[in-house]
């Protein structure tokens, strides 16, 4: 989808239009059933905030692939990326009406956004320090305020507003863009499972790249960094096993030689910082944005 000025109110009409948040009285309610699955959690905390070239470290050591979370089967060597090749990947099932929403701009500034008012923001939404969940608020609020590694543009967006202004910002106040995602083709998936790359994965072409993930909050936090450098796009059509098709979007990373040696993806691929590209699909959740002509 191609973004200028008018289409970009638009889109957030769209999105904000499943949004399920209240205001009333003074009192803020959130509908935040992700946030009450331990699973879900376990699940953000493992691989979610560490899907990038980042120093954020993930809070359990990996030590052998029978180990690993489901979802660090996203990540995949670069020449696996061919035509009638198999890959174990996991794609995660998410209900746009149960899963956290992006508050408007409005909503999001009237809420602090920062580890110094955690206290606060842990009795705004109820969730005992020391839980599950205020460990995931807490790695969420020091990574969105974690320094950018050299040349690398990043922000944190819990609004579509914010969002899209951060774009402008990165792309230029006067450009065009389209954000990708990974699509489910049939609706129904196993969450798990072997694909086989069907057709020639299809590189897409694009000078800068912002790619947005969602991180664990009551409400929608999205991730959102690029910089520039050599990494290649692609579009992907995948084969299940049950018969299920992803059209997804993968991205590869061809200098990772400023990764944090500790990265996930490292320990999945069995490889180095500098040593060889990584690679990895989107989850469907995921946005990237590229500029057009």
């Not at 990038?52 to 670069?78: C, H, I, T």
């Not at 009638?84 to 508050?103: A, E, R, V």
């Not at 969105?144 to 922000?155: A, M, V, Y």
């Not at 991205?251 to 944090?260: F, K, R, Y």
Request: proline residues 7%; glycine residues 4%; negative net charge.
């Amino acid at each position: 989808m191609d973004f200028g000025f008018n289409s970009s109110i638009f889109i957030l009409y769209s999105l904000l239009l499943f949004q399920r948040l209240q205001i009333t009285e003074g009192h803020l309610k959130i509908h935040t059933p992700n946030m009450k699955n331990d699973d879900h959690m376990e699940n953000h905390l493992r691989f979610r905030i560490n899907q990038e070239g980042d120093s954020v470290q993930n809070p359990d050591k990996v030590s052998s692939l029978s180990q690993m979370d489901p979802a660090l089967n996203l990540f995949f060597n670069y020449n696996d990326l061919k035509l009638g090749n198999q890959m174990f990947i996991y794609f995660p099932k998410k209900d746009p009406l149960t899963s956290p929403h992006l508050l408007t701009k409005q909503e999001s500034d009237s809420i602090p956004f920062t580890s110094s008012q955690l206290p606060y923001i842990l009795q705004l939404f109820s969730f005992p320090h020391g839980s599950k969940q205020a460990l995931a608020m807490e790695t969420t609020l020091n990574h969105c305020e974690f320094p950018p590694i050299k040349g690398e543009s990043k922000f944190c967006a819990t609004s579509l507003e914010f969002m899209l202004d951060s774009i402008y910002n990165i792309f230029g106040l006067n450009s065009r863009f389209k954000v990708l995602t990974t699509n489910y083709v049939t609706e129904s998936i196993s969450p798990l499972q072997n694909y086989t790359i069907y057709e020639p994965p299809v590189e897409i072409s694009a000078k800068k790249i912002v790619a947005c993930h969602t991180l664990p909050y009551p409400y929608a936090v999205f991730y959102c960094h690029g910089q520039v450098s050599d990494n290649m796009l692609y579009k992907v059509m995948l084969d299940g096993d049950d018969g299920g098709r992803v059209e997804a979007t993968a991205m590869c990373h061809m200098d990772t030689s400023q990764w944090d040696p500790e990265h996930v993806a490292f320990r999945v691929l069995k490889t180095t910082p500098g040593a060889s590209p990584v690679c990895h699909f989107f989850p469907a959740d995921n946005l990237v944005w590229i500029p057009v002509s």
